[in-house]
């Protein structure tokens, strides 16, 4: 098997741990942090800057490097790594998000990032609406899910493809990546429990059939637990795919935890207590998605080893920057003659470089440089406050790391 976890330390009383995830490009220290590279690139930064700023993994979409530039072509090019020249692991996702952002994310109007929990969100659609969704002025689905798999129309130029647990499957292992995702349907937030059940059954089925396309050893394919926010669908997913096993493997060698995280973050938490306890021990658990700074502690500490997220590098380049008391916007004209660093005491290439004025300037400018420099610092924040987070389970300091942290950060008193 290309993949062997090892727990480190567990941090009584809660489900949170330390690891080493062991893959064939290299070792990851676990909690992590994964930058996105959607099309086999972070947007702004070479590997060089992911190597320096502590990136030990990344994750690429199997959908559009398919669409662009082909599968086919980066297995030519010595796959992902050699396409890319990032030689620390990969990760790709199977096209299951796919479903749900050119389908029910377009007809219902949310996302997985910015709409993500329609109820803490002022401008989320109602149940049941039917909004057009961004690039799609008619609101009309891109896909269509039915028992044996999806048809889509490209975004790119509206001709019409076939994904099936095989197709995906077969994708990812041309592309190459160190884990690959089993074929999934990942519902919308505002689907009702009907659908999700519905959707679910075919997740399932489709896992299996992931399981047995699955037939490279240097590639370590992951289960998707989805079930929507309900409480009984998400406990079934789980005890399923904990389960599954197939003619040709004994399992899943990790489990990823996707889809609809329910209309809040409190939705979010409870999912999780449903579903970690139920998974293998001893198997790696990606929570696809999330990684804001508070997210990362309650969700590690819920039981989640592995995160994925676009939001530090997009609200980087719309002029949010992380900091220890929060978020600053650095179009704010305060900041026109600041010469501190973005976030003074931070040890990224930026903030040893730059301040703040000058970052003012490059955004309000329009300067792609901007983009560089801002995606770097944001990323270095999250990828070292979770490498901080992993030394507070080492060493046994998590509560008081969480409670400082996140009070300073969020501006009040946080109960624990």
């Known amino acids: 098997m290309a993949l062997e976890f090892q727990i480190e330390k567990r941090l009584p009383g809660t489900l949170a741990r330390a690891g080493r995830l062991s893959l064939p490009h290299g070792i990851v220290e676990t909690p992590v942090f994964m930058p996105v590279g959607t099309k086999a690139t972070v ?9 320096a700023l ?34 620390r692991p990969f990760l790709t996702d199977s096209g299951g998000f796919q479903v749900f952002s050119l389908g029910f994310g377009i007809e219902h109007g949310v996302g997985k990032i910015a709409k993500i929990f329609p109820s803490e969100d002022p401008k989320a659609p109602a149940r049941n609406g039917r909004h057009a969704g961004p690039g799609n002025a008619s609101g009309e689905k891109l896909c269509r899910v039915d028992e044996n798999g999806v048809t889509f129309r490209s975004h790119l130029d ?31 937030p505002l689907a009702s429990y009907a659908y ?27 289960g998707i637990v989805q079930g929507g926010a309900y409480e009984d669908l998400r406990r079934d997913s789980a005890a399923y795919l904990n389960a599954l096993i197939s003619s040709e493997h004994p399992g899943f060698p990790g489990f990823a935890i996707g889809g609809s995280l329910g209309e809040s973050k409190a939705d979010m938490h409870r999912i999780l207590e449903w579903v970690c306890p139920i998974l293998a ?17 309650e969700c590690i500490e819920r039981g ?23 978020k600053v916007n650095i179009r704010n004209a305060r900041f026109r003659e600041d010469k501190a660093p973005i976030s003074p005491g931070c040890t990224c290439y930026t903030c040893e470089r730059y301040t703040r004025a000058y970052m003012r300037h490059l955004f309000l400018a329009n300067e792609l440089l901007y983009y560089r420099l801002a995606s770097i610092h944001n990323l270095h924040f999250i990828v070292q406050l ?31």
């Open 43 to 51: 947007k702004a930064l070479t590997p060089e800057d992911l190597d």
């Open 54 to 87: 502590g990136a030990q993994i990344i994750l690429g979409n199997a959908y559009h490097l398919y669409m662009r530039p082909g599968a086919e072509l980066v297995a030519e090019m010595g796959g992902l790594h050699g396409f890319s020249g990032w030689k």
């Open 158 to 188: 509206g001709s019409r493809h076939r994904f099936t647990p095989a197709v995906s499957i077969d994708i990812q292992q041309k592309l190459g990546a160190d884990i690959i995702l089993a074929f999934d349907e990942c519902t919308s």
């Open 196 to 222: 999700t059940r519905q959707a679910l059954a075919r997740t399932h089925r489709w896992a299996l059939e992931s399981l047995e396309a699955w037939n490279n050893p240097d590639q370590s394919l992951f």
């Open 281 to 297: 021990e001893n198997k790696p658990r990606h929570l696809l998605g999330i990684g804001e700074p508070e997210d990362l502690f």
């Open 304 to 326: 989640a080893d592995m995160f994925d997220c676009v939001a530090p590098t997009r609200i980087a380049r719309h002029g949010a920057l992380y900091t220890p008391t929060g």
């Open 386 to 416: 979770t490498r901080r987070i992993r030394h507070s389970i080492l060493d046994g300091t998590f509560a008081t790391f969480k409670t400082s942290f996140l009070e300073t950060y969020l501006g009040h008193t946080v109960g624990i």
